[in-house]
């Protein structure tokens, strides 16, 4: 693959391109490491097929020229790659253990996309899965290394307990651990997979399993 560095004027945007960019993550990105991957453009048209946004963020950021690699496909072909490219990105996920690991070396998280209060709201997550399911012993302190944390994998993928991870957002998720609290205390329940486990039994009428 060769990577050309061409007039931002001479390749245009894919037409109808249905993926709206995160504008501050990407001019994060560009202010502080620049371009360091190719916008994929299709030679027969110079429409960009992966890389609109960043495109549009080069170009009000005043840049005169792009990097970009050509693809000899037709129409067709264009629009499926420009498909794929983006939803492989809407379906991949992270391991959050792994996340904060990775990022724990560094002095500040400028350039990652990350701030100190996304990486507070993953720890709040794992805490709050781990008090319900009982997965995090708090005296055993190789729980957050590498070793520790794959041995606590093993032994929940060899016990009986699975989890269920519900994603909330900023004050949707402080409603429901306030809201959760409180039913616990209404039904006298400790956890709140308990809690979750009554609500669905009162709102099916099925009876919930034996464990």
Do not use: C
């Not at 990105?89 to 500040?108: C, G, I, M, Q, S």
């Not at 990486?119 to 302190?141: K, P």
């Amino acid at each position: 693959m060769q990577i050309e560095l061409v007039p931002i004027d001479s390749v245009r945007p894919f037409p109808g391109n249905p993926r709206i960019g995160h504008r501050p993550t990407l001019d994060e990105s560009l202010g502080e490491h620049g371009m360091f991957k190719s916008i994929a453009v299709q030679r027969s048209t110079n429409r960009i097929i992966a890389g609109n946004n960043t495109w549009y963020a080069l170009k009000d950021a005043g840049a005169t020229h792009v990097a970009v690699h050509y693809l000899d496909v037709d129409d067709e072909r264009a629009l499926r790659m420009n498909l794929i490219d983006n939803r492989t990105t809407d379906k991949a996920t992270y391991d959050p253990r792994a996340l904060l690991e990775f990022t724990a070396d560094l002095d500040t998280l400028d350039g990652t996309g990350y701030d100190p209060g996304d990486l507070d709201d993953i720890r709040a997550s794992l805490e709050e899965a781990e008090a319900d399911t009982g997965f995090a012993d708090e005296t055993d302190q190789t729980t957050h290394t590498r070793k520790g944390m794959q041995e606590k994998y093993d032994n929940y993928e060899l016990g009986d307990q699975r989890q269920i991870v519900l994603q909330y957002v900023g004050n949707q998720y402080v409603w429901m651990v306030e809201q959760l609290a409180e039913l616990g205390q209404r039904y006298g329940l400790d956890t709140n997979a308990a809690v979750v486990l009554r609500l669905v039994q009162e709102a099916t009428g099925e009876q919930v399993p034996a464990a």
